[in-house]
């Protein structure tokens, strides 16, 4: 029996799609170079947070999560890092941002739908709330529309 999700919001569907995933939360900018740089050196099914000024994701594996940050920050390498998680089958599943997708994110996710063959579902302007919502852990299911549910962790 599934359980009423703890709290919903809703965002921007940019790269839409479902999704659902363990959510890892980052309440600072996310390095995306800096974060995944060991992970697509080395292609491994893990991608393990190499940012060691990330406190909140730094070591931690991101495959296959709902990725949830504020912002990105780092250089334009970043736009090729999402192509290459993707093309290595080590992306997170979603990446949802309280404000608005910068440029660079938004070009580099793009880019890895249309060249690597598979979408990074992206939603945007959830809001400063979502991230004080969300838990490492929990439980994310992202809609088409950009309707987002946290629920507890394994729900």
């Known amino acids: 029996m599934k359980t009423a999700p703890r709290r919903t919001f809703k965002g921007r569907p940019v790269l839409p799609g479902g999704a659902s995933g363990p959510a890892a939360v980052s309440c600072g900018g996310f390095d995306t170079y800096a ?3 060991a992970s697509i050196h080395k292609p491994s099914p893990h991608a393990v947070c190499a940012d060691s000024g990330n406190e909140d994701l730094y070591g931690v594996d991101l495959a296959g999560t709902v990725l ?25 599943r979603a990446v949802l941002f309280a404000g608005s997708i ?9 880019v890895a739908a249309m060249w690597a063959g598979g979408t990074i579902v992206v939603v945007d302007r959830l809001g400063d709330d979502f991230l004080s919502a969300v838990r490492q ?19």
Do not use: K, M, Y
């Open 35 to 37: 974060s995944f740089f």
């Open 68 to 92: 949830c940050v504020p912002a990105t920050t780092g250089s334009t390498s970043g736009g090729g890092v999402w192509q290459r998680l993707v093309t290595i089958g080590n992306a997170p």
């Open 102 to 110: 910068d440029s660079l994110a938004a070009g580099g996710l793009i």
């Open 137 to 155: 852990g929990d439980e994310v299911r992202v809609g088409r529309d950009g309707d987002v549910a946290i629920g507890a962790p394994g729900g």
